[in-house]
């Protein structure tokens, strides 16, 4: 006799992945009662002790024996919460990065939506009559102490309060004795679909002389429009927010709950008309759209700045849009996405979704819903927008796709950039990569036959690149005050464009009011308590402030080493630049665009708005301002100091400082005045900082391939970096060492990965960061599988150094940043 579905036929078991830091899946079994449960719907699952969100990816095919299949407990979800034609790529994500499934479908999810089982503990009547036990042992007493104290706490609360020594172990200790009490909560999602009350006049004839007049009114005016939201209503009939319940009631109308979405989007826009192209332009939308329906291909579009490839996007998407293909644009920074909106509502009205860290959790889960529910064809967003649960893309656009912006730093390390390539790939789509100065992976993509490149080498309406003089800041070092930092030429140009009632744009990547802070007794510099990094003066907080971990102390504060209250306050930030500027311009509107100015939501837009409408004259900022933005009255650009990014140990360094500057430069003269930029270093002679002089980025790539080339590096190679972490430094130092015993192990074991080269471990340029020691090793090889192949067998498999819970290992595969 066959076995019907319950009694453990295959439909009644799927593979589960978890949110965990686990590398497989699960399988669980489906209760008959829940009926069809498909992939990609959320589910509750015991997991260990406790119960957890899983994500169904598949039906499972192989039914473990040896051990008993635990049910799901609950469906989260009446339908999938993501596509399942997401699945594979999802799974190509975490194999790439070596990251767990689980983890990685999270990461993809908006936020808010895990539900899990949380243990609190709690001090029993037995364990409150043992404190007044005089031969109380002190760590039992300590705890029952804490748990008087705060009742019904997590674990992670009672650690906090009674430090290392409190363990799991202990809690279980005392449990068992019956002095506290465990028990176990369901916390459920924390963002929930939203609703607003609608009311509709329901059929009431008889008796309805006798209706006071302001029932009479809303239910004439229900009649009148229909259903109405209780606001609108409100708005409409006073009276109505004081009468709809008890209209209800009397059966005279009905108040319904009815979802609705959060609106993310920004102030309403006027429609436009597409401008008309230029033969380039024109040219570039030709070639691109005649590869829809042909399958994956990728373009490089190379435009100098202002030469309009935001309007070539708008053809593409377009054209995307005609033969039913959804879009997806990828910005590099959420201070873009403005921009960026505002050109594809004026083409496409509100058919537009958007995804990015900056909206609400609740704004960013209806966004997701609306794409998943295909209610929307075109997705605007960050980084995590690659996730966008689309079934099916037609075109994806990565603007800026040069931007390191596009690297996720924490947890699960991807590069939207080159996701964006792998789900085109998978989905069949066409990628766009758009840059006046494209990376040197995806130039050198090009040159080998990967990439097709489209290049725009004129600005709209033939408008000419800024004139770039450089200006030598080293016979300013004698100078005191800001005079030391803005040179005679600068400041004259800036008088100039003042007077021409045109703005200015001064650029310097570094935040704050002052970067160096010295005991003037003892010339110690002023370092962070938790960090082996120097703290920043900020003078509106009135600080030091660390910009790796957010450690601040008064600005009032000693030496630590001497006790001296005597500070001097050295080096300059876009606070001081800004105080500065103001005092050499009082007549001048002065604003600063940094991340300091720019936390609080719909600061950005509010200051772009403020740019756009002229009512800003000089603007101050960081990288920020560097790309992507459209101003036409922004006729001088000032670049402060051009050699800050020079100085750092990455071998990419030469790069990311020709990309900054020229990105920077070409905001100057995109309106109908041209522009000028003063760029001031002290390094005129670097090879970066010429060619962004002479905006030639055909000899800056050249001379930076063959570097590359002669040492080895990405283009030429592939690198995971692994990054070892810990409280203590010689545990974590240890723990390093072994690792590097065993891999050279491996080596010797292994003739394939001889090929490859390990560096180090060594301590990390930045040794501690938020109290965390660090080292790090770089595994550089040509091939990628034997790449992975050692790095998961180093890290995954079974004859490797065993590390305590204090010791973190992290893998980022492709880094960008080394420190």
């Known amino acids: 006799m066959c076995p019907s579905k319950s009694d453990n036929s295959r439909d009644d078991f799927v593979d589960v992945a978890v949110p965990m830091p686990v590398y497989g899946t699960y399988t669980y079994r489906v209760p008959p ?41 609950d469906l989260l979800d009446d339908a999938p919460f993501f596509p399942e034609a997401m699945i594979p790529f999802l799974r190509w994500v975490a194999d790439y ?19 899990e089982e949380q243990a609190r503990y709690t001090l029993t009547q037995t364990g409150r009559q043992m404190l007044i036990d005089p031969d109380l042992e002190v760590a039992a007493r300590q705890l029952l ?24 172990a202990r809690l279980a200790a005392l449990q068992q004795k019956g002095w506290i009490e465990r028990r176990t909560l369901l916390r459920a999602e924390r963002i929930r679909p939203k609703t607003q009350r609608v009311v509709a006049a329901r059929p009431f004839d008889e008796g309805e002389a006798r209706l006071s007049p302001q029932r009479r009114r809303i239910l004439e005016q229900l009649r009148a429009s229909g259903p109405l939201p209780l606001s609108e209503l409100k708005a409409l009939v006073p009276s109505a927010a004081n009468l709809a319940r008890a209209m209800a009631r009397d059966a005279q109308l009905t108040i319904e709950a009815h979802p609705v979405y959060r609106d993310p989007l920004g102030e309403p826009v006027t429609m436009d008309r597409p401008p008309e192209l230029t033969a380039e332009q024109d040219a570039a939308v030709r070639r691109i759209s005649a590869a829809f329906g042909q399958g994956f291909q990728t373009f490089l579009l190379a435009g100098v700045t202002g030469s309009g490839k935001t309007e070539v996007y708008l053809h593409l998407a377009t054209e995307a849009l005609a033969r039913q293909l959804p879009v997806l644009v990828l910005v590099p920074e959420i201070a873009l996405i403005s921009q960026l909106e505002r050109a594809f509502r004026s083409r496409f009205g509100e058919r537009i979704a958007l995804l990015h860290s900056g909206l609400s959790d609740g704004e960013r889960y209806d966004q997701w819903r609306r794409i998943a529910r295909g209610e929307t064809s075109i997705a605007i967003g960050a980084r995590s927008a690659i996730f966008a649960p689309f079934a099916r893309l037609g075109l994806i656009i990565v603007d800026e796709e040069h931007d390191d912006s596009y ?8 590069h939207a950039r080159d996701l964006a390539v792998v789900r085109a790939r998978m989905e069949g789509a066409l990628v766009v990569l758009g840059s006046a100065t494209p990376s040197v992976q995806s130039a050198f993509n090009a040159q080998n036959g990967k990439y097709a490149q489209v290049t725009l080498m004129e600005r709209v309406d033939r408008r000419t690149l800024p004139d770039i003089i450089v200006q030598d800041l080293t016979p300013l070092r004698e100078e005191r005050g800001i005079r030391r930092f803005l040179t005679p030429t600068l400041l004259e140009a800036m008088q100039a464009t003042l007077q021409r009632r045109e703005q200015v744009l001064l650029f310097l990547n570094r935040r704050g009011f002052s970067s160096m802070l010295v005991c003037a007794a003892c010339n110690q510099p002023l370092r962070c308590d938790r960090c082996d990094i120097s703290l920043t003066y900020h003078k509106q ?36 630049l800004e105080s500065e500027i103001q005092k050499l311009f009082p007549q001048a509107k002065v604003a600063r665009m940094d991340r300091d100015t720019t936390r609080r939501r719909g600061e950005i837009v509010k200051i772009l708005k403020a740019l756009r409408e002229r009512r800003i004259d000089i603007l101050v900022g960081t990288q920020m301002v560097a790309k992507g933005h459209d101003y036409p009255f922004i006729t001088l650009v000032g670049i402060v100091c051009a050699d800050l990014s020079l100085s750092m140990p990455d071998f990419r360094a030469g790069e990311r400082t020709f990309q900054l500057l020229a990105q920077v430069a070409g905001r100057a003269g995109r309106g109908p005045s041209s522009g000028q930029v003063i760029l001031q270093t002290y390094n005129a002679a670097h090879f970066s900082i010429d060619a962004a002089r002479h905006q030639d980025y055909g000899a ?24 070892i972490s810990g409280p203590d430094p010689s545990a974590t130092r240890e723990y390093a060492r072994r690792l590097g015993d065993y891999y050279h192990r491996l080596q010797q074991r292994d003739a394939k990965s001889r090929n490859l080269d390990v560096l180090g471990p060594i301590e990390a340029p930045l040794t501690r960061i938020a109290d965390q020691y660090r080292w790090q090793l770089l595994v550089k090889g040509e091939k990628v599988h034997l790449l992975h192949h050692f790095v998961r067998t180093l890290l995954l498999g079974s004859g490797g150094p065993a590390r305590s819970r204090q010791i973190k290992v992290a893998i980022d595969v492709d880094p960008v940043f080394l420190m």
């Open 33 to 73: 009662s829940f009926g069809t449960v498909r992939p990609g719907m959320r589910v509750l699952v015991p997991f260990g002790r406790r119960q957890i969100t899983g994500y169904v990816l598949a039906a499972a095919t192989q039914i473990p024996t040896n051990t008993p299949i635990k049910p799901i407990a």
């Open 97 to 115: 990065y070596i990251h767990p499934i689980g983890e990685v479908i999270q990461a993809a999810l908006p936020g808010g939506l895990t539900v």
């Open 145 to 168: 102490q804490i748990l008087d104290r705060f009742p019904d706490s997590r674990y992670a609360r009672l650690r906090r309060q009674g430090g290392k020594g409190l363990t799991r």
């Open 407 to 414: 690297k996720q730093e924490s947890t699960l390390r991807y």
């Open 541 to 576: 907080l009135n600080a030091y402030t660390c910009h790796y971990c957010g450690f601040s102390r008064p600005a009032a504060s000693c030496c630590s080493r001497c006790g001296s209250s005597k500070i001097k306050r050295l080096g300059l930030g876009t606070e001081k």
């Open 700 to 723: 800056f790539y050249r001379q930076e391939i063959e570097f590359r080339k002669a040492l080895g590096y990405p283009p030429f190679s592939r690198m995971i970096q692994i990054r």
